[in-house]
């Protein structure tokens, strides 16, 4: 029997062992049942140790060094150079060129008179040709409606408060109030300026009116449905009060805000149109949310939104989608009653979801001390270098604004203080010890960066030299006056050559636009910017290239000067107490000039100024615009098309 055993095969023995085994396992379950309890308390342990080890791992794998971070900031500023440098090796060099580029665009030919204005173009050095997206986007629903409709509703429009008109008529220009049927002195400055935009070309359009808005919010927001459905669109040869239901009262006065106009213009099934808003929590000063991992040792490994830089400033965003943004823009709390029907309305910036048409700014167009860097008021002339401008070296290593508690309405009350500016100079008037968490290079001036909590109120004492230099309805702000003083740093107002000491200019939104914006690029300091309007030429210009852009929540503006400026020295006394939690310089660590990179953007933005922010850039975006508006508002425009 056991020589038989030997010589089986070896397959065959393998299953005779297994069918034993079996056999011996079911004898011991029947005769001893209290065995399940020794294989349990097997099973536990082998689940209790693995749980041991696996914690044991992660621990291990948390305190060991961590490689280097990689710092995005240089890649997003290469990947700027590139796309600002192919859209201008892609403009149109002859006028077939940009006819052609202008049909496949837009799927029709230019409007006549397109070849008069390359050739100003062309005469003026114009590097800008063929961006006018943003141009053809604003003025598309005004297809919809005809000639003598657009002209009617020009006139009509003209009518209500803050609306002034621009009327080219035999080849000039005028500013009129049409209430009274005649040319008004007392007409705001946006029309005064725009009318002086069109002097070098309006004895060559057709005639025309131009709705200007004296407001610096935007005005105009059509529902949803009427822009979907033009046949939804009221007839206004029954007049304006037609148009909008009843007479047109120029506030709220509580039977509404801009907020529920603005809902209607989105989507119905966006979060928007629903019934309830969502109302994010804010946390208060001394606060920070709790991190579970951080309270067991363990730092967590998922981005920190103090560490992530946006590709470009929130012009576009989507309040439709994320309506608890709203609350913290001003311009959805303005006084000032919103148009909900399609009319033409001429703004110099608009937020996403309205549809006014966009013009320069007369800022940006005249001459001004406190709009205009290089301003020389003795002998009236621009000079290219403003007479306190200083040199970079010289300039100091910190963040400078200065500015009105300017920003929005009370309609409805109670929404001051997470307004745009009241919500930055909040944060950086912070003295908390609040960390914030900070990437910086180590050592100092290379590629090696690592991280470290450093108290907000120790960077704010580095880097941040801002504060509100009039406190403009103060009244509204919780705790009133005193409140707002208490929780803002106030300093006195500067004249706008002040700005050129500083490295870096933050220019934020107002009750609109910020106007200072091409001041600040025309100096030679780096410019970062938060908005959430466009503006004309939002196009031509490149984020990370020409200026920083910052999100509306201004969380990264920390990381953001600590990776041009190096660390401070509270940065370095916060890596001094964790020094062993990233690996050391190696091999891979190269010298990284963050200062010099600062500089670059500096220079770049200056350099957008003096060739494509020129005034002459800015008459030919407004002549271009006049030809799209002429043929819009004529009774035949295909006559009024060009045919080459």
Known sequence: MRTGFKTLPLRT??????????????????????????????????????????????????????????????????????????????QSRTLSQAVAEYERRYKRLPPKGFDEWFEFAQENNAVIIDEYDQLGRDLEPFWALSGVELRRRCIQVGFLPSVDLVRIEAGSTRTIDVSKGFEDSEVGARAKGFRVMLEKFQDRLPDMDFPINEKAEGRILVPWEENKFSNLTADSSLGIEHVLGGEFIPDWRGDGNVWEAYRRTCDPSSQARRLFGSLRAQLKEGQAPISRLADAGVSAT??????????????????????????????????????????????????????????????YFSSTKRYTYGWDPVNMVIKDVDDMEVPWEDKSDDIFWRGATTGGGSSPPGFLAQYQRHRFIKMTSDSSDVNKSIVFADPPGTNNFVSAQVPIGQLNADMMDVAFTKAVGCTQYPGGCDGMRKDHRFADAVPLGENWKHKYLIDIDGMGYSARLFALLKSESAVLKSTVYTEFMSEWIQPWLHYIPVSQMYN????????????????LAAANATRGAYQAAGLTTRRLDGDAELRKIAEAGRSWMFKYGRKVDMEIYVYRLCLEWGRLTSDDREEMTYQG
């Not at 920190?304 to 913290?328: G, I, L, Q, R």
């Open 13 to 90: 023995k393998v299953a005779a062992l297994a069918l034993a085994s079996c056999v011996i396992f079911l004898l011991v379950q029947a005769l001893l049942p209290g065995s399940n309890r020794l294989f349990a308390h097997t099973q536990r342990w082998t689940t209790a140790s693995a749980f041991v080890i696996r914690s044991k791992f992660l621990r291990a794998k948390a305190m060991a060094p961590r490689p280097p971070i990689h710092h995005p900031i240089p890649k997003l500023m290469a990947d700027a150079r590139q796309s600002f440098d192919d859209k201008i090796r892609r």
């Open 302 to 363: 998922h981005i920190s939104d103090d560490f992530k830089f946006p590709e470009n400033v929130d012009d576009t965003f989507d309040f439709c989608d994320h309506p608890w943004a709203h609350y913290n823009q001003g311009h959805f709390f303005s006084d000032w009653r919103t148009i909900h029907a399609l009319y033409p309305m001429f703004s110099p910036a608009k937020g996403a979801g309205y549809s006014d048409i966009l013009i320069p700014s007369h800022y």
């Open 556 to 571: 990264e503006i920390y990381n953001i000067h600590s990776f041009f400026s190096g660390p401070s020295k509270a940065m």
